[in-house]
């Protein structure tokens, strides 16, 4: 899935030793059901979480943790950016380890970031004049501040279609950059923290294009993927809104290293050569059917009659983890209950999904294919703990319990 055997000049060999390391795979903790079949909790959750000190522990309780975000009482606190790294596992549970770990995982990134994007721009070793560079010939319109001009030796040529080729790799990169250019202005414009009207908002999209160009750069096999930015949102906005502002500076690091372990869940639904797979989108859909048919027959048998098929309406929602479904602040409060789930993001995923189906039954039991879908990709307003505790309620499909393991991948040992 990743790729783990890229090549890097000796002069790093610490990266390359770095990128050569074993998978790890992140299981959170957990068992039983969080919520009985009346919405309550089925367990009390400990003193330390039930007040602003309850990351002040030496050892945290990730299991008490993954109840308080599963329960929806993270809106509004000042930790949830701590609290999301705890969840997808780039914090350790001791709390006196934090700062190492930090520290190492932000200096890889930096290297990681030196080798691939930011190597000095200009390596002019024998005069040449600039115009020879592939960069000053493609025009000005590619970031003079990204991607490192290399020496052209051994014949190389811009037309060459060879693998080693520094021209070949080179245009590659100008698609890869091109495709996020497009994509980055469309992510939550309505929001000032994205919209590219103010300095500061700038950086934060020059902040997220290099950590999209990094993962396409590092993973070629999958590449940058039309939606990744809207993933990617979500962490960069709180990590970079983190009242600790020591933590909020090294946002581009911290949600780097958070992106790669969330899109670990779920990387096999951006490569299309394994939409049929077991572990395909395709797939995906099909598990979400089958969870809506065990949970409500009626409304399952009609869209089923109407041919209204998952594939019209929630390709989107699985891919995007539901972040063009709702306002922000709702989606916010959605993650909060996908990365606390001891079974792993697409359980929880599908259970969201399903529930927004059944919540909008009424409507859709009079609807024809034409209104039913309309409405399917324009989903309503709706109450967000009511939403969430529906999802809670379902009875997991036959299927579903190996399903949700399946893209569950291993995470590249990037970082900790």
């Known amino acids: 899935m990743f790729n783990l055997n890229k090549k890097l000049p000796d002069k790093n060999r610490g990266v390359a030793e770095l990128l050569g390391e074993e998978l790890e795979t992140f299981h959170p903790i957990g068992g039983q059901s969080l919520i009985d079949?009346?919405?309550?909790?089925?367990?009390?959750?400990?003193?330390?979480?039930?007040?602003?000190?309850?990351?002040?522990?030496?050892?945290?309780?990730?299991?008490?943790?993954?109840?308080?975000?599963?329960?929806?009482?993270?809106?509004?606190?000042?930790?949830?950016?701590?609290?999301?790294?705890?969840?997808l596992g780039y914090l350790p549970v001791e709390r006196d380890s934090w700062e190492r770990e930090l520290v190492s995982n932000r200096i890889r990134y930096a290297e990681l970031k030196e080798e691939l994007l930011v190597n000095?721009?200009?390596?002019?070793?024998?005069?040449?004049?600039?115009?020879?560079?592939?960069?000053?010939?493609?025009?000005?319109?590619?970031?003079?501040?990204?991607?490192?001009?290399?020496?052209?030796?051994?014949?190389?040529?811009?037309?060459?279609?060879?693998?080693?080729?520094?021209?070949?790799?080179?245009?590659?990169?100008?698609?890869?950059v091109e495709q996020i250019d497009r994509d980055l202005p469309r992510t939550h414009p309505d929001i000032e923290f994205f919209s590219a009207d103010?300095?500061?908002?700038?950086?934060?999209?020059?902040?997220?294009?290099?950590?999209?160009?990094?993962?396409?750069?590092?993973?070629?096999?999958?590449?940058?993927?039309?939606g990744m930015n809207e993933l990617l949102a979500p962490l960069f906005y709180v990590f970079r809104t983190d009242p600790d502002e020591k933590n909020g500076s090294y946002a581009e690091a911290d949600s780097f290293a958070c992106f790669v372990r969330l899109l670990?869940?779920?990387?096999?639904?951006?490569?299309?050569?394994?939409?049929?797979?077991?572990?395909?989108?395709?797939?995906?859909?099909?598990?979400?059917?089958?969870?809506?048919?065990a949970n409500d027959i009626d409304l399952w048998q009609h869209l089923d009659n109407l041919k209204v098929n998952p594939q019209f309406y929630a390709f989107?929602?699985?891919?995007?983890?539901?972040?063009?479904?709702?306002?922000?602040?709702?989606?916010?409060?959605?993650?909060?209950?996908?990365?606390?789930n001891h079974l792993g993001v697409q359980d929880m995923l599908l259970r969201v999904c399903c529930a927004m189906l059944?919540?909008?039954?009424?409507?859709?039991?009079?609807?024809?294919?034409?209104?039913?879908?309309?409405?399917?990709?324009?989903?309503?307003?709706?109450?967000?703990?009511y939403l969430l505790h529906v999802?809670?309620?379902?009875?997991?499909?036959?299927?579903?319990?190996?399903?949700?393991?399946?893209?569950?991948?291993?995470?590249?040992?990037?970082?900790?």
């Open 37 to 87: 079949s009346q919405g309550n909790s089925v367990r009390q959750i400990p003193q330390e979480f039930s007040d602003d000190n309850k990351l002040s522990q030496n050892v945290i309780n990730l299991e008490a943790l993954q109840h308080l975000a599963c329960r929806g009482l993270l809106e509004g606190r000042e930790h949830r950016a701590t609290i999301w790294k705890l969840l």
């Open 120 to 176: 000095p721009a200009v390596r002019n070793l024998d005069n040449r004049e600039e115009t020879s560079s592939p960069r000053k010939q493609c025009g000005k319109s590619y970031n003079d501040e990204l991607l490192s001009r290399i020496e052209i030796i051994n014949g190389d040529h811009p037309l060459s279609i060879s693998s080693n080729s520094i021209w070949n790799q080179f245009f590659k990169d100008v698609e890869i």
């Open 198 to 226: 103010s300095p500061l908002s700038q950086k934060h999209l020059e902040a997220m294009r290099n950590i999209l160009l990094l993962f396409a750069k590092l993973n070629p096999a999958i590449g940058y993927v039309q």
């Open 264 to 293: 670990s869940h779920s990387m096999d639904h951006f490569c299309q050569q394994l939409d049929y797979s077991s572990t395909g989108i395709h797939s995906t859909l099909s598990r979400l059917s089958q969870l809506l048919k």
């Open 316 to 340: 989107r929602w699985i891919t995007l983890l539901l972040t063009q479904e709702f306002k922000f602040h709702y989606i916010m409060g959605i993650w909060d209950c996908l990365l606390s």
């Open 358 to 385: 059944v919540c909008v039954k009424k409507e859709l039991l009079v609807g024809d294919f034409a209104s039913n879908l309309k409405l399917l990709q324009h989903y309503p307003e709706i109450d967000l703990k």
């Open 391 to 416: 999802a809670h309620q379902l009875t997991p499909s036959c299927s579903d319990s190996l399903g949700c393991f399946q893209n569950n991948k291993g995470i590249v040992k990037l970082f900790k």
